[in-house]
C-alpha cells in the first residue's frame, strides 16, 4: 500500500474479521463512517491485497473431519528444486490444512485434518510418505485444539 494503515483501516479490518458478511451500511456504522468512504476504504484494501477474501468457516466435526494430526517431515536433500517439488505436491492434497518451513530439528510441519485414524494412516502411506524428497515423517495425533484463530490483531 503506498500508505500506511491508520486506525480506520484496522477498526474496518478487524470489524470484517470477526462478520465478513457485515454489509458496508452495518460496517461504516461500526467504524464511524458513512457508507461512501467505507466503501472506498474497503475497495483500497482489497486492491492492495490487504483483504486477500472472504470465506465460510465450516465446522469440521459437522462435515466428519474432526481429526487432527501434526506432521514433522524430514526431507533428503533442501536445495532449491527439492523444496519446490515438495511444495507443489503438498498443495494437491486438501486434507493438509497447513504446511510450514520450519528452521530446526525438521524441515517441514503439517496440519492435517481427516474422517478419523483409519483415514490419516491412509492418507500417510498413499500420499504423505510419498511425497518429493520425504526421508522421514513423525506423527503427532492432537487430542484437543485449545485455540486455534486465523484472526490477525490490527
Known amino acids: 500500500m503506498s500508505r500506511s494503515l491508520d486506525n480506520i483501516d484496522k477498526h474496518i479490518l478487524n470489524e470484517l474479521q470477526a462478520n465478513g458478511r457485515l454489509s458496508i451500511v452495518e460496517l461504516a456504522q461500526r467504524v464511524n463512517l458513512t ?6 476504504r474497503v475497495r483500497r484494501l482489497e486492491k492492495a491485497g490487504v483483504i486477500s477474501g472472504y470465506n465460510a468457516k465450516i465446522s469440521p466435526a459437522k462435515i466428519d ?11 533428503l536433500q533442501t536445495v532449491d528444486n527439492s523444496l519446490e517439488d515438495f511444495n507443489a505436491a503438498v498443495r494437491d492434497i486438501p486434507e493438509i490444512q497447513t504446511c510450514m518451513m520450519i528452521a530446526g530439528s525438521f524441515d517441514y510441519m503439517l496440519k492435517v485434518r481427516t474422517r478419523d485414524m483409519a483415514h490419516f ?9 510419498k511425497l518429493p524428497n520425504v526421508m522421514q515423517t513423525h506423527s503427532f495425533a492432537v487430542m484437543e485444539t485449545v485455540k486455534e484463530s486465523d484472526l490477525i490483531k490490527v
Open 35 to 40: 457508507k461512501t468512504p467505507c466503501s472506498e
Open 65 to 75: 473431519m474432526n481429526h487432527v494430526t501434526i506432521v514433522h517431515i524430514n526431507m
Open 121 to 129: 494412516r491412509e492418507l500417510l502411506g498413499e500420499k504423505i510418505s
